[in-house]
């Protein structure tokens, strides 16, 4: 069985429909990419999977338990963390205390402390400025800060919402590498990307979404050489 599989699920806004009942499945330590077009629909797939929009329809199960609807709270100690779109970090609390805040499942002083050691170690930067306030950092900075939060649940399961926007392009690099070494950790990773040339460079398989539908599915090489995501981005859907 597939350590996560979505059955079905729609996502609407009013009387948008934004996801319209797409399926697909995750198995235990692949990168799978979601790729699509603007407004195809990948935000509202991972927000609704991560509880913070309501599922419409479908179910979604992880881990062999059904996780439809469950709210974050409920979610992260389930081991399933989202770095949303947008480096939503809190720019008036310090690099500290936004990483404590994604940890906010765990109890123990210890598993704590060994969370922050990973997350610094994998961003020594972030443990430089662990003092300063979130605001001052840069964007690329931000973006960083935002993923270490999302891993501070020590999540089984991550979700990774555009995590390369708007960054230089050796920042890009380090976000690309972060993921395979996050793979090499033993983590799960759904990602959304628009360089879609890399995340098919790195990712095991992938689905390509248009209009609130899988469009294609398969191998990253095969998708690749389809020639239908180059479509979907080129506005054919
Ligand atoms: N909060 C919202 N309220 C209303 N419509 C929304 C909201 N968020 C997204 N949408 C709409 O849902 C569709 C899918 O958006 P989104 O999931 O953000 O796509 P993507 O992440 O692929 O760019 C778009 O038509 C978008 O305008
Ligand atoms: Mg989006």
């Given amino acids: 069985m597939p350590l996560f599989g979505v059955n079905s699920l729609s996502v609407h806004y009013g009387a948008i429909e934004a996801v319209r009942g797409i399926d697909f499945e995750v198995g235990e330590g692949e990168i799978v990419a979601l790729l699509g077009a603007n407004g195809a629909g990948k935000s509202s797939t991972l927000n609704a999977l991560a509880g913070l929009v309501p599922v419409a329809g479908g179910s979604v199960r992880f881990d062999g338990v059904d996780i439809t609807n469950l709210k974050p709270e409920a979610l992260t100690p389930l081991g399933l963390a989202l770095s949303p779109e947008g480096r939503r970090v809190f720019g008036t609390l310090t690099v500290a205390e936004n990483l404590r805040?994604?940890?906010?499942?765990?109890?123990?002083?210890?598993?704590?402390?060994q969370a922050w050691e990973r997350v610094y170690d994998l961003f020594p930067l972030l443990y430089e400025r662990r003092s300063q306030y979130a605001g001052t950092l840069s964007g690329g900075q931000q973006q960083m800060l935002a993923v270490g939060r999302a891993l501070m649940s020590n999540p089984r399961l991550l979700f990774l919402d555009e995590p390369s926007l708007g960054l230089a392009p050796r920042i890009v690099d380090q976000v690309f590498e972060l993921i395979?070494?996050?793979?090499?950790?033993?983590?799960?990773?759904?990602?959304?990307?628009?360089?879609?040339?890399?995340?098919?460079?790195?990712?095991?398989?992938?689905?390509?979404?248009?209009?609130?539908?899988?469009?294609?599915?398969?191998?990253?090489?095969?998708?690749?050489?389809?020639?239908?995501?180059?479509?979907a981005y080129l506005g054919e859907a």
């Fill in 101 to 113: 805040m994604g940890a906010y499942s765990i109890s123990g002083r210890h598993v704590l402390e």
């Fill in 180 to 231: 395979v070494k996050l793979r090499e950790q033993g983590v799960t990773l759904v990602v959304v990307e628009q360089n879609v040339d890399r995340a098919l460079e790195i990712a095991d398989r992938a689905y390509l979404l248009a209009l609130g539908q899988i469009r294609a599915a398969g191998s990253a090489s095969d998708l690749a050489k389809s020639g239908a995501v180059t479509a």
